[in-house]
């Protein structure tokens, strides 16, 4: 059997004080702060006593753009609201047209939900691309009546009104654009008390010599095209309701920063291509049933698509189709011009039967002898 081990000896306190490697365990102990400041009076290493020191926080300011056009002031969700809202609307003049609808109307029309119509209908009021001209009829249950802005007319409007800068965070907010040296680059906070004083004396001169120009040799070449953000487009409707199909959670930064990663490899790449390879590849996740982040995984597998010789094909195959469709369409349209010239020339045949006269008329709408033509 193997032998026990002895217990070890306790540490005493005397040791612990006496020992050279243990010496000062015991400080935090016995520490006074009223000790303390006596014993650092008048040992302080700035001239001018203990300052407090201001610590600034730093943090990288949003970026001002200009809204040249309609869709730089409006979220993903705005601008759907707005085009669907545009195109069911019925002309009131070259520059407005009118409807009638509730938020679940906008809710059938767009593809979003009533809490996110009624938020993106509001904003839209507030940025003067639509008015509201009459309110809502509860005895009727009738919405409110919206008058939708043209492009041209919302540019106007928004100039006059001094709305032409945004910035882009959560959504799309309107705001003034700072002169050049009023504002500072991020907010500068002194934790408490006053701010810190300088110590006396002149401020240092700058470096003895001349001041030396850029860096020696050739500017490095980048390898990797790098992704901006800012140059991807403002707005993506057609991304954004392809990603709306698979998840409840889209927001503005990650349907740009997936188009722009798609047009980093292929630059002239559509929406509708983005739109293409987003259902292919959420089904594929889904059927492999391993993917817990659907969306970081699009964010991923998505621009891959657009990589090398199989993005080509893809191009190649659906040319292809869509020439097979419009010749398909072209035939179907020709057969059926033939058929209406044979029927048309049944009944100037003074020859054919009545059964075929009859069945010509059918064919090409003519109401038989003595009925009247349907109304509308």
Not at 212 to 229: D, Q, S, V
Not at 266 to 275: K, R
Request: positive net charge; glycine residues 8%.
């Amino acid at each position: 059997m193997p032998k026990r081990q002895p217990k070890p000896d306790l540490i005493t306190p005397d040791e612990v004080m006496d020992s050279p490697a243990l010496r000062g365990f015991d400080t935090f102990l016995r520490y006074r702060p009223a000790e303390a400041k006596s014993a650092t009076a008048g040992h302080s290493g700035s001239p001018m006593g203990d300052l407090p020191i201001g610590i600034p926080i730093i943090r990288p300011p949003q970026k001002i753009r200009r809204a040249v056009k309609v869709q730089d002031a409006h979220s993903i969700g705005e601008q759907a609201l707005y085009q669907a809202l545009w195109n069911a609307a019925i002309p009131e003049t070259a520059d407005s047209r009118l409807i009638r609808i509730g938020y679940g109307g906008m809710q059938s029309l767009c593809g979003l939900d009533k809490s996110n119509c009624k938020d993106n209908i509001l904003s839209l009021i507030k940025k003067l691309a639509i008015e509201v001209i009459s309110g809502f009829d509860i005895r009727r249950n009738e919405g409110n009546t919206y008058r939708v802005l043209s492009y041209g007319a919302i540019l106007k409007r928004r100039k006059a009104a001094g709305l032409e800068w945004v910035i882009r965070s959560r959504g799309v907010q309107f705001v003034e654009q700072p002169p050049i040296g009023e504002k500072p680059m991020g907010d500068y906070r002194s934790p408490m008390g006053d701010s810190p004083i300088a110590p006396g004396g002149n401020s240092p001169g700058g470096a003895v010599g001349e001041t030396p120009t850029g860096p020696m040799g050739k500017t490095p070449i980048a390898f990797r095209k790098e992704i901006k953000l800012e140059e991807a487009e403002p707005s993506s409707p057609v991304v954004w309701k392809a990603l709306r199909q698979h998840s409840e959670v889209v927001d503005d930064e990650g349907v740009r920063r997936l188009v722009a990663s798609c047009r980093a490899l292929a630059p002239d790449c559509t929406e509708e291509e983005i739109a293409y390879f987003i259902r292919a590849k959420a089904e594929q996740a889904r059927a492999g049933r391993a993917v817990r982040n659907l969306i970081g995984f699009l964010q991923t597998a998505v621009p891959r698509c657009f990589e090398g010789s199989a993005f080509r094909e893809f191009r190649t195959e659906q040319d292809q189709k869509r020439k097979s469709e419009q010749q398909q369409r072209l035939a179907a349209e020709a057969e059926t011009a033939r058929m209406l010239a044979e029927q048309k020339a049944v009944l100037a045949d003074p020859n054919a039967t009545e059964e075929d006269r009859r069945f010509a008329r059918r064919i090409l709408g003519i109401p038989e002898p003595g009925e009247g033509r349907p109304d509308g």
